[in-house]
């Protein structure tokens, strides 16, 4: 066999394995959900199924006298399994119900579900690193064999890179799966057109120095496959502050620490001397340099300040990404060094085998021990510094039983990783650090499963709740507006409700808005635990709903507690967060809109929130298409000219705006955002039905299979505002409608105030025209004040106060004012 074919076929079958593991992933998010439990199930049932592979195979092409055609015959088995997850996922997802209904916890339902549909394909993939090895023998190399597992882990890096950020947008998910199936499919045709070089009992002289794998070599060798998927699960949570969540930062960072680890396996292939040492050198130096996706995410390096101009997006990514690559070579370096250490000349490929199994059976247990042991007690920040320590440990024990090593270079390994464990210590927990100068910490908690921060500000109570450095719930004039309206507009449309679902809990507001009316029940499902403890400070908005003895919290994820639930309900609510989110994308497709829809009592409603911010106005046409396709009966609202709220239901709709305002504290809470019954206009749709479905015609749909939504971040300006406009203009032309409020929000958030105001001058006589113009005359305010012109501010508040006396935030802000004047004798 031509050593060009097998190094192709391992750099081709690497690439077209990660292509398929990266649908697969997201064919189980929508099975399994996006629950930190479901996360780290699915992971770990990939990696057992490695584990599994390698054992199996390693044996099976041991005593193979042609292990190249086993090698083309197994990779040519794994084509049809590819499929496996994708084709039976619908069939598990309707024997879930049943699973939950018989009393099953809901974690060992959805590891079954996992195991299930993922094992066979990894089973499969995890016999192809083994069977390469047993084809290397008659070369007599084991730097053969770790130059081949470097180029199938570059294979899989750019496939994981060739899924995320182009095959899944531009085909969607079986026609994905169908590029990788072929690519897969030409390696083995290319595999098995060669000829065996040699056979079982053609073995040259290999540089392995050991005599066989011992049960100290799989130990170790497995808790370094804990400690580096442990890393990679803690380094997922810290780049998100500085990338964000998006698909495409997920996929930068997988394929980043694959890319780490070809580098490494390539460069530990040539590496001469004692093996088992310098694997021990190898996982101290990883626990050290594991910790600088935590050093960039605390520090929050900005490439401004290191560089004459700011680096573009890309250019940011590649930074961040940086930070994974040198701890991941070590990873990467491990192999080879341990194949030299415990393999057998003569039985390279059981060897491999065996060995592979174990770091695949460590790493499979990496997200548990992650999860359940270090996050749960120590928080990614903290644990990073655990993980160095653990990562130091496992080097030194290396080391002290190496040949050519002793305890002075084993205790050098050790103390190798404390600079790590110290900064981890000591460095400010990414999330931790206010965005700007005039906010304060209020709340901080890293579990795990999120970081959520809250901050504020004193002079006029300013709040935003961020969840892993995510902005959730700003407490401003328009976010307040769509909070209230999504809680009070499905009552309007059903009065009388009783059972209420809420999908995501956040501030607490939206719930707090329901229980203003008599409903009977509020089943509220969140998936990030921690906001709970936050809600006390959003309590003169939310109004304590988790003190009301008729709200109920669900710790899950929502679209798949709805799925595996046979109950109904009258009203579902869904705010869910931006839909460009890695997680968020699954609550804005046809089918999830459906398991909606046939969980609704008849005539029940359901509401969603779409932002208009960072979403271009074909991806908002799409998201009105797959909502109007989906539900008979639907509508749009708009709130604060920068949110949308859908409305849908299976009986034709009618808003009773009265009903909205029908207890003392719906009305309090309305009339606090400006919401008047008076002002009708801005309480009605902006378009509804066949408006809709016409101003949407050709936009196509999200679907499970193709969801363009979840790769928004992309295609997005990059100032978040600038979508905005475009997005109120294509809703107010489905309706027809135009008015100088939505005109002047339109301004507003282009950052044209003095237009803004025009426009809002023309409508003031309303109420919400009134708020509205407060808002703009106030943001001036602000503006004069942060250039120190106090005077000019003093004139902007002053109309503000004449426009909308009744709003806090401009008696607030004149009250700083005052104080700051006669801190410097302006006054």
């Known amino acids: ?201 053609e073995r040259g002289r290999t540089e392995a120095q050991g005599g066989g794998p011992s049960l100290f070599h799989l130990v170790l060798f497995a808790a370094s496959g804990m400690i580096a998927l442990s890393f990679e699960s803690v380094w997922s949570r810290q780049l998100t502050f500085v990338l964000g969540n998006s698909t495409y930062a997920f996929s930068a960072m997988g394929a980043s620490a694959l890319l780490g680890m070809g580098i490494g396996s390539w460069i530990g292939r040539r590496s001469r001397g004692p093996a088992l040492p310098m694997f021990g050198a190898a996982v101290a130096l990883e626990g050290l340099l594991g910790s600088l996706p935590l050093l960039d995410a605390s520090l929050r390096l900005d490439p401004a300040s290191l560089l004459p101009h700011p680096l573009p997006g890309p250019a940011r990514v590649l930074l961040a990404c940086f930070t994974m690559i040198p701890a991941s070579a070590c990873m990467g370096a491990t192999f080879p060094f341990m194949v030299r250490a415990a393999a057998r000349d003569a039985r390279l490929g059981r ?58 270079r084993a205790l050098a390994a050790a103390a190798a990783t404390a600079p790590a464990v110290i900064a981890a210590f000591v460095l400010q927990p990414p999330g931790s650090r206010p965005p700007s100068r005039d ?61 209420v679902l809420v999908i995501a809990l956040g501030g607490g507001i939206t719930s707090g808005a329901v229980l203003c009316h008599p409903v009977e029940s509020l089943v509220c499902v969140e998936i990030c635990p921690s906001v709970v403890e936050a809600l006390p400070l959003f309590a003169s908005e939310n109004r304590r709903p988790d003190l009301d003895p008729r709200f109920v919290l669900v710790g899950d994820d929502g679209r798949n507690y709805l799925a595996a639930g046979l109950s109904r309900y009258d009203l579902i609510i869904c705010d869910a967060t931006h839909p460009g989110s890695s997680d968020s994308w699954v609550l804005y497709t046809s089918e999830f809109y459906r398991s909606v829809l046939g969980h ?95 101003a949407v015609s050709g936009s196509g749909v999200n679907t499970d299979d193709r969801a363009p939504c979840q790769f928004i971040r992309r295609r997005a300006p990059a100032d978040p505002q600038a979508t905005i406009a475009p997005c109120v203009a294509s809703l107010l032309s489905a309706g027809g409608s135009d008015d100088p409020l939505r005109e002047g929000q339109m301004l507003y958030w282009a ?49 503000a106060v004449a426009a909308d006396s009744s709003w806090p935030r401009t008696r607030m802000l004149a009250r700083a004012l005052e104080l700051e004047s006669r801190a410097t004798g302006t006054f």
């Not at 570059?154 to 182009?166: E, M, N, T």
């Not at 491999?352 to 359940?372: D, H, K, Q, R």
């Not at 919400?768 to 902007?796: C, I, K, N, P």
């Open 351 to 408: 060897d491999v085998g065996l060995l592979t199994m174990a770091n695949s059976a460590g790493a499979a247990a990496g997200p548990f021990f992650a999860s359940l042991v270090v996050m749960s007690s120590a928080g990614p920040t903290r644990g990073t510094g655990v993980l160095a320590a653990l990562a130091g440990l496992i080097g030194a024990v290396a080391v002290l039983r190496g040949r050519g090593g002793g305890s002075r």
């Open 751 to 799: 950052g044209m105030l003095p237009r803004a105001v025009e426009a809002f001058e023309r409508c003031r006589g309303t109420a919400m025209g009134a708020r509205w113009l407060a808002v703009a005359l106030t943001t001036a305010s602000e503006g004069f004040r942060d250039r120190g012109d106090t005077q000019s501010a003093l004139v902007m508040l002053r109309r």
């Open 1 to 201: 066999m031509r050593p060009g074919r097998t190094a192709a076929f391992a750099f081709a079958s690497g690439f077209a394995l990660l292509c398929a593991e990266v649908v697969w992933n997201r064919a189980l998010l929508l099975l399994t959900g996006g629950s930190a439990d479901a996360t780290m199930v699915v992971l770990s049932a990939v990696m057992a199924g490695f584990a599994s592979g390698g054992l199996a195979f390693g044996r099976i092409g041991d005593s193979s006298k042609a292990p190249v055609r086993l090698l083309g015959l197994l990779s040519l088995a794994c084509i049809p399994a590819f499929f496996m997850p994708l084709l039976l996922a619908p069939a598990a997802a309707g024997l879930l119900p049943a699973l939950y209904s018989a009393g099953i916890p809901v974690v060992l339902v959805r590891a079954f579900a996992a195991f299930i549909l993922v094992l066979p394909p990894s089973f499969l993939g995890g016999g192809l690193i083994p069977l390469l090895a047993r084809t290397e023998e008659s070369r007599g190399a084991v730097s053969g064999i770790a130059g081949l597992y470097a180029l199938n882990t570059i294979g899989s890096a750019l496939g994981g890179l060739a899924a995320g950020f182009v095959l899944l947008e531009a085909l969607g998910a079986r026609a994905s799966l169908l590029s990788a199936s072929a690519l897969m499919l030409a390696s083995a045709i290319l595999l098995l057109a060669g000829r065996d070089g040699g056979s079982a009992c």
């Open 439 to 499: 906010l304060d910490l209020l709340f901080f908690d890293e579990d795990r499963v999120a970081t959520v921060s809250v901050f504020g500000r004193d002079w006029d109570g300013y709040r935003s709740l961020r969840i892993n450095g995510v902005e959730e719930v700003p407490i401003d004039q328009a976010s307040l507006e769509a909070f209230h309206l999504l809680g009070h507009l499905p009552w309007g449309y059903r009065p009388g409700a009783r059972s």
């Open 600 to 694: 609704l009592t008849p005539g029940g409603v359901s509401a969603q929130w779409v932002p208009l911010h960072q979403l271009p106005v074909h991806d908002l046409k799409r998201i009105l298409a797959t909502w109007s396709g989906v539900f008979p009966h639907c509508a749009v609202h708009m709130a604060g000219g920068r949110h949308a709220v859908l409305v849908g239901s299976n009986e034709p709709l009618s808003l009773d705006i009265p009903a909205m305002f029908d207890t003392p504290a719906a009305r309090e809470e309305l009339f606090s955002t400006a919401f008047d019954p008076a002002d009708s206009l801005y309480l009605l749709p902006v378009a509804s039905g066949e408006e809709i479905v016409a």
